[in-house]
Each structure stands twice: as structure tokens, then as C-alpha cells.
């Protein structure tokens, strides 16, 4: 195995997601391990480990696993070497930027809803500091 491709376990660690959610990706077909090992275990590259970040970024926003396959392919095409007509790119700009959109409007939402939580957790710190430490 060469120095540019990881295993899936090590996938794992440095993504922070499960095996089983790395391969649950793949089936869905966001994700496909760059190489297989003699041995047939799955192997991955750095722009792999992008594309799971890139996913696991999205999925505490709402976004479906179709959307995260249309933004994958979307940054997949501006990635790639070729050059892209004019107006091909900036139908492809105009989609990231709604992807950035949906994603901004989410992170919104997730702020009152973590200032919600935060003066839920106060509120009963304040209850237990007026009703003292709990009996033994």
C-alpha cells in the first residue's frame, strides 16, 4: 500500500464518522474508495477524506443525500483540470451559491436553537444554585 491511500479505519478516525457510516456512503453512492488492496480491503485518497468532510459538514444541516450528491458533483466539476464554457461555470457557481444559502439559513436556525438550549441549561443551573447541593 502506498502513502497515498488510507484504509478505512484510518478514514475514519480523521473524519470522525463510522465505518459503517463510511460505507453506508458508498453505497449511496457519494462516496467510492479511489483503490482496493490485494486483499480487497477498501482504500482511500486525501480527496476521498474531502468528500466525506464535505458530507459529513452537510448532514447536521438537513441536507438529503441527494443534495449532498448534487453539491459533490457540482465541486467535482469545478475541480475538474478541463476548461469550463463561461456560462457552464456559472451555472454551476449559481448552484453552489444556493447550497450556500440553504446551508447559511440552517446555521441560522441552529443558533436560536443553541441559544434556546443554553438559557434551558441556565435556567436550571439557576434551580439548583437556589435550591442547594442534593441531599445524601
Sequence with gaps: MSN???????VAARTELSLRTIRHYEDSGLVA??????????????ADVARLMVIRRMKPLGFTLDEMRGLLEVV???DEDGELAAGERNELLERVTAYERTASE??????????????FAQA?????????????
Design 4 to 10: 497515498e491511500h488510507m484504509q478505512i479505519g484510518e
Design 76 to 78: 467535482t466539476r469545478l
Design 124 to 136: 436550571l443551573r439557576i434551580r439548583l444554585d437556589r435550591s442547594g447541593p442534593p441531599e445524601a
Design 106 to 119: 440552517q446555521v441560522a436556525k441552529l443558533r436560536v436553537q443553541l441559544a434556546r438550549a443554553e438559557e
Design 33 to 46: 474508495p479511489s483503490a482496493r488492496s490485494r486483499g480487497g480491503f477498501r482504500l482511500y485518497t486525501e
